[in-house]
């Protein structure tokens, strides 16, 4: 599902790929990539409140995680917080 999403995100469906990236979590909610694939193409469709959300579950996971904190602080910015 999330080669699919690639490919949708590759090709501009991103409604179809934020789909896949949601369902995907649902098998695998612990899958930290698509998570991270999750909040880039929310971010890319501007729902940045969601994107937020995603990218504030994946820092907690791992606070020390630079890459991580970068995709954390992107997100904040998109929001003005």
Not at 16 to 32: K, M, Q, R, T, V
Not at 45 to 73: C, F, S, T
């Amino acid at each position: 599902m999330r080669l699919l999403a690639q490919i949708g995100v590759k090709h501009y469906v991103l409604d179809d790929a934020e789909f896949l990236l949601e369902s995907a979590l649902e098998f695998a909610p612990g899958h930290d990539g698509v998570r991270q694939d999750l909040v880039h193409v929310l971010h890319k469709r501007q729902k940045y409140e969601r994107a937020l959300q995603q990218a504030q579950a994946l820092y907690q996971g791992a606070p020390d995680n630079g890459h991580l904190q970068m995709l954390l602080a992107n997100q904040l910015v998109a929001v003005s917080q």
